[in-house]
């Protein structure tokens, strides 16, 4: 064998041997690319997970704080109806109707009688059952 074509077989090995390992190499990056992908692909997943689990509950935080001023609202305006019925009660009532005899040692005498203590009374006694005939 000439030196020749032992040179050309060492050349001819070696390219053989380098397809090998380009080949192992462009094998192992695809490996690594497709695992990248997939891990990319799966904190893709779970991100989006998470924000629809986080949009939810601000959304329902939302809409239990909306719940909540309307219901404020609904009774700071029943509320305040309540206190306008008494107030015209008040207006439409005399005080001259509320009097109470103090009674002496010679006379008895008629003193007229707060009427903001009966309507206080009255209005104990009273306001739930205003409430639900009104609403």
């Known amino acids: 064998m000439s030196l020749d074509a032992v040179l050309e077989q060492i050349i001819n ?3 053989s041997q380098k397809e090998k390992i380009i ?8 490996s690594f690319i497709q695992a990248a992908k997939a891990e990319a ?6 991100l989006i997970s998470k924000a629809r689990v986080d949009y939810k509950n601000q959304r ?5 704080n909306a719940r ?7 009774l ?8 306008s019925v008494f107030k015209k009660l008040k207006s439409t009532l005399k005080s001259e109707r509320f009097k109470k005899q103090q009674v002496l ?12 203590f009966y309507l206080s009374k009255f209005r104990q006694d009273y306001e739930t059952e205003i409430a639900r005939i009104l609403f």
């Open 60 to 64: 329902e935080r939302l809409m239990v």
């Open 13 to 15: 090995e070696a390219n």
């Open 105 to 116: 040692v010679d006379k008895v005498k008629e003193i007229p009688e707060d009427i903001d």
């Open 23 to 30: 080949e192992a190499a462009k094998q192992q990056a695809d």
């Open 68 to 74: 909540l001023e309307y219901k404020k609202k609904l």
């Open 41 to 46: 692909e799966a904190l893709y997943q779970e």
């Open 76 to 83: 700071q305006t029943k509320q305040e109806l309540i206190d």
